[in-house]
C-alpha cells in the first residue's frame, strides 16, 4: 500500500499535448526503431527458452533453463523501462520472489521448476511469440506511413527516373506521367505524412499498454509481492515494538524495581538502630513504587491502550481527543466492533494524525469521523493547520501507512499549502453483531 495523495494535478493529458510538439513527434519514431530492434532478439531467445523447456527430458534443460529465463527476463525489463520512460505506462515487477534452494544439481532443479511454475515466465514467452508480430505492426505502421508519405511529397523529383526505369507510376489513384501529376501525388502524399508524424507518439503508447497487459504483473503476484511487503513490514514493526518495550522496562519500571528492593534492604538494616532515616528511605520507596506503576501503565497504554479494549474505538478516540492540546471533536457511527487487530491499528493510526496536527501541523482544532461502510472501517481526520503535510518528509506518514498495510488498508492525505490537512483512511473489516452506535 502506498500514500496516496490527491494533490496532485499532473495527469495524463499533459504527456499526450507534449507528445504533439515536433521534437517529440520525431523522438518517437526514433524510439519506435529502437523497439523493432529487440524484435529479432526475442525471437532468438523465444527459441532458446522453447529448446530448453523440451531438454528438461533429458536433463540437460534444468541447467539451461534458468540461464535463457535470466537473459529474457533482463530484455523484457528493457521493453518495461521503455514504456515507463518513454510513454509513462508504469509496468511493475511481475515475477514471484526466489526460493530458497539446495546446492548441487538438486538446488538446480529447485530453481527450474521455481521458474517455471511462475505465471509471469509463461507471460514473458507469450510476449515473446506475440509482440514480434503484432508489436511490430502497431510499430512499423506510423513509419510505414510516414514514409510512403515522403515518397509521395518526393514524387516531383522522383517521377522521371522511376517511369524510365519501367517502374511504378502510381501514386494512390494519381497516375504519374507528367510533372502536374506528380505535383498533385505531393499534395496527397503530405497529409500521409503528417499522419504517420502524429501515429508515431500515440502507437508508442498503445504498445506500451499492449505490453502492460502481458508484462504486468498478475493478480497473483501482485498480492504475493504485497504480503511479502506487510509481512517484513509487520515483522520489523514487531521487533521495533519489542525493543522499545525491552528498553522502556529496563531504564524505567525495572531499574526503579532495583532501587526499591536495595531501598528496602537498607531501610530493614536501619529499622532497629535509625528508625527515623528508615521511615525517610520507606517514603522515597513509597514515591518511587508510585512512578514505577505509572510507568507500566503507560507502557501498557502504548501496547494497548484499557480503554480501547473496555469501551471500543469511538470512546478510545475521545479519550485521545481529551488528552490532546487541541480541540478535537469526534463524530463516530459503528454499529459494532472490529476485530481487535484492526481496531487497535486504526486506534494508532488515529493518535498519529493528531500528535502530528499538534507537532507539525500549527492546528487549533481536530476533527475526526469514524464510520463503518461496504465492509470498510473508515476513519477521517482534518485539521485547520498550515496544511503542505509530505510523506517525504519525516516517518509519521510512513509508519501510519506501514501499520495500515498490514490489514490491506489505504490511507490518502489531502494537504495543499494553507491547509486544511485531511487523512482519510480505510481499513477492511467485519463488525461483530450490532450494538448501540457510539455517537
Same mark, same amino acid.
Given at each position: 500500500?502506498?500514500?496516496?495523495?490527491?494533490?496532485?494535478?499532473?495527469?495524463?493529458? !499533459?504527456?499526450?499535448?507534449?507528445?504533439?510538439?515536433?521534437?517529440? &513527434?520525431?523522438?518517437?519514431?526514433?524510439? /519506435?526503431?529502437? +523497439?523493432?530492434?529487440?524484435?529479432?532478439?526475442?525471437?532468438?531467445?523465444?527459441?532458446?527458452?522453447?529448446?530448453?523447456?523440451?531438454?528438461?527430458?533429458?536433463?540437460?534443460?534444468?541447467?539451461?533453463?534458468? &540461464?535463457?529465463?535470466?537473459?529474457?527476463?533482463?530484455?523484457?525489463?528493457?521493453?518495461?523501462?521503455?514504456?515507463?520512460?518513454?510513454?509513462?505506462?508504469?509496468? !511493475?515487477?511481475?515475477?514471484?520472489?526466489?526460493?530458497?534452494?539446495?546446492? %548441487?544439481?538438486?538446488?538446480?532443479?529447485?530453481?527450474?521448476?521455481?521458474?517455471?511454475?511462475?505465471? &509471469?515466465?509463461?507471460?514473458? +514467452?507469450?510476449?515473446?511469440?506475440?509482440?514480434?508480430?503484432?508489436?511490430?505492426?502497431?510499430?512499423?505502421?506510423?513509419?510505414?506511413?510516414?514514409?510512403? !508519405?515522403?515518397? %509521395?511529397?518526393?514524387?516531383?523529383?522522383?517521377?522521371?527516373?522511376?517511369?524510365?526505369?519501367?517502374?511504378?507510376?502510381?501514386?494512390?489513384?494519381?497516375?504519374?506521367?507528367?510533372? %502536374?501529376?506528380?505535383?498533385?501525388?505531393?499534395?496527397?502524399?503530405?497529409?500521409?505524412?503528417?499522419?504517420?508524424?502524429?501515429?508515431?507518439?500515440?502507437?508508442? =503508447?498503445?504498445?506500451?499498454?499492449?505490453?502492460?497487459?502481458? +508484462?504486468?504483473? #498478475?493478480?497473483?503476484?501482485?498480492?504475493?509481492?504485497?504480503? #511479502?511487503?506487510?509481512?517484513?513490514?509487520?515483522?520489523?514493526?514487531?521487533?521495533?515494538?519489542? =525493543?522499545?518495550?525491552?528498553?522502556?522496562?529496563?531504564?524505567?519500571?525495572?531499574?526503579?524495581?532495583?532501587?526499591?528492593?536495595?531501598?528496602?534492604?537498607?531501610?530493614?538494616?536501619?529499622?532497629?538502630?535509625?528508625?527515623?532515616?528508615?521511615? /525517610?528511605?520507606?517514603?522515597?520507596?513509597?514515591?518511587?513504587?508510585?512512578?514505577? *506503576?505509572?510507568?507500566?501503565?503507560?507502557?501498557? =497504554?502504548?501496547?494497548?491502550?484499557?480503554?480501547?479494549?473496555?469501551?471500543?474505538?469511538?470512546?478510545?478516540?475521545?479519550?485521545?481527543?481529551?488528552?490532546?492540546?487541541?480541540?478535537?471533536?469526534?463524530?463516530?457511527?459503528?454499529?459494532?466492533?472490529?476485530?481487535?487487530?484492526?481496531?487497535?491499528?486504526?486506534?494508532?493510526?488515529?493518535?498519529?494524525?493528531?500528535?502530528?496536527?499538534?507537532?507539525? %501541523?500549527?492546528?487549533?482544532?481536530?476533527?475526526?469521523?469514524?464510520?463503518?461502510?461496504?465492509?470498510?472501517?473508515?476513519?477521517?481526520?482534518?485539521?485547520?493547520?498550515?496544511? !503542505?503535510?509530505?510523506?517525504?518528509?519525516?516517518?509519521?506518514?510512513?509508519?501510519?501507512?506501514?501499520?495500515?498495510?498490514?490489514?490491506?488498508?489505504?490511507?490518502? *492525505? /489531502?494537504?495543499?499549502?494553507?491547509?486544511?490537512?485531511?487523512?482519510?483512511?480505510?481499513?477492511?473489516?467485519?463488525?461483530?453483531?450490532?450494538?448501540?452506535?457510539?455517537?
Amino acid at each position: 500500500m502506498s500514500i496516496v495523495s490527491t494533490d496532485q494535478r499532473s495527469g495524463p493529458e !499533459g504527456g499526450r499535448k507534449a507528445d504533439l510538439r515536433p521534437a517529440n &513527434a520525431f523522438r518517437a519514431m526514433g524510439r /519506435t526503431l529502437a +523497439l523493432l530492434a529487440l524484435a529479432p532478439v526475442e525471437v532468438l531467445l523465444f527459441g532458446l527458452l522453447v529448446t530448453a523447456i523440451s531438454l528438461l527430458s533429458i536433463g540437460l534443460g534444468v541447467f539451461l533453463v534458468p &540461464a535463457v529465463v535470466i537473459a529474457v527476463r533482463g530484455l523484457l525489463n528493457i521493453q518495461r523501462r521503455c514504456a515507463r520512460n518513454w510513454s509513462g505506462v508504469e509496468i !511493475g515487477d511481475p515475477y514471484l520472489p526466489a526460493r530458497e534452494t539446495d546446492t %548441487g544439481g538438486k538446488g538446480w532443479l529447485q530453481r527450474t521448476m521455481g521458474l517455471l511454475s511462475d505465471p &509471469a515466465t509463461w507471460r514473458d +514467452l507469450l510476449w515473446m511469440l506475440v509482440n514480434p508480430v503484432v508489436g511490430v505492426v502497431l510499430l512499423v505502421l506510423p513509419l510505414s506511413v510516414f514514409a510512403y !508519405g515522403l515518397f %509521395g511529397v518526393s514524387m516531383p523529383f522522383l517521377w522521371e527516373p522511376i517511369v524510365d526505369a519501367g517502374g511504378n507510376d502510381w501514386y494512390v489513384l494519381v497516375h504519374v506521367t507528367n510533372s %502536374g501529376t506528380a505535383l498533385t501525388a505531393a499534395v496527397l502524399g503530405a497529409p500521409f505524412m503528417l499522419l504517420g508524424y502524429l501515429m508515431g507518439p500515440a502507437l508508442l =503508447r498503445v504498445h506500451a499498454r499492449f505490453a502492460h497487459g502481458l +508484462l504486468g504483473p #498478475t493478480e497473483m503476484a501482485r498480492k504475493v509481492h504485497h504480503l #511479502t511487503a506487510t509481512r517484513s513490514d509487520a515483522v520489523n514493526t514487531s521487533a521495533a515494538e519489542l =525493543r522499545r518495550i525491552e528498553r522502556d522496562l529496563h531504564d524505567g519500571a525495572q531499574a526503579r524495581l532495583v532501587a526499591m528492593g536495595m531501598n528496602l534492604g537498607v531501610a530493614e538494616r536501619l529499622l532497629s538502630k535509625d528508625p527515623e532515616a528508615a521511615r /525517610t528511605i520507606l517514603a522515597d520507596t513509597r514515591t518511587a513504587s508510585a512512578k514505577a *506503576l505509572n510507568e507500566l501503565r503507560d507502557l501498557v =497504554r502504548g501496547i494497548h491502550p484499557p480503554v480501547l479494549a473496555d469501551r471500543g474505538l469511538a470512546d478510545a478516540v475521545r479519550a485521545l481527543g481529551m488528552d490532546s492540546p487541541l480541540q478535537v471533536e469526534v463524530n463516530a457511527e459503528l454499529p459494532g466492533r472490529p476485530e481487535a487487530p484492526v481496531e487497535s491499528a486504526m486506534y494508532f493510526a488515529v493518535s498519529e494524525s493528531l500528535t502530528n496536527a499538534a507537532k507539525h %501541523g500549527s492546528a487549533r482544532s481536530v476533527t475526526v469521523d469514524l464510520w463503518y461502510a461496504e465492509g470498510m472501517l473508515r476513519a477521517q481526520v482534518m485539521d485547520d493547520g498550515a496544511g !503542505g503535510a509530505n510523506p517525504a518528509n519525516g516517518t509519521g506518514l510512513r509508519g501510519m501507512e506501514r501499520r495500515l498495510a498490514t490489514f490491506d488498508g489505504v490511507l490518502a *492525505l /489531502t494537504s495543499p499549502v494553507g491547509g486544511p490537512t485531511t487523512l482519510t483512511m480505510e481499513l477492511p473489516c467485519a463488525l461483530s453483531s450490532p450494538k448501540t452506535s457510539f455517537s
